[in-house]
């Protein structure tokens, strides 16, 4: 069974930044496309961010374009989300998850192996 653990998350000021790491187990980074995703309160949970095992990244929320970019690192097993010029809204339990189908980033509704979340507060 796939295993994916989030970090990195805290309380930050507007306009601030954070990195948050998903470090999987039990497979490798060569065989699934990696997504993050993240949920407010009272929201559905959406996509973020994708890469694929080739390093093709999708942006799935145009509102973290320009903001967030997502990146690995394959001798650790892990996948980084970086997040600038953060905002209020930008407050979510974010989650990584492994594309059911492989290497290729697709629908967000296709991803499972869902780590446990990492809690990020944009806050003054």
């Known amino acids: 069974q796939l295993q994916l653990v989030e970090s990195g998350g805290g309380l930050v000021q507007p306009g601030g930044s954070l990195r948050l790491s998903c470090a999987a187990s039990?497979?490798?980074?060569?065989?699934?496309?990696i997504g993050w995703f993240r949920q407010a309160p009272g929201k559905e949970r959406e996509g973020v961010l994708c890469?694929?095992?080739?390093?093709?990244?999708?942006y799935y929320a145009d509102s973290v374009k320009g903001r967030f970019t997502i990146s690995k690192d394959i001798p650790k097993n892990t996948v980084y989300l970086q997040m600038t010029s953060l905002k209020p809204e930008d407050t979510a339990v974010y989650y990584c998850?492994?594309?059911?189908?492989?290497?290729?980033?697709?629908?967000?509704?296709?991803?499972?192996?869902w780590g446990q979340g990492t809690q990020v507060t944009v806050s003054s």
């Open positions: 998850a492994a594309q059911r189908e492989g290497p290729v980033c697709r629908s967000p509704r296709s991803f499972g192996s």
């Open positions: 039990r497979f490798t980074l060569d065989y699934y496309a």
């Open positions: 890469i694929s095992t080739n390093g093709g990244t999708i």
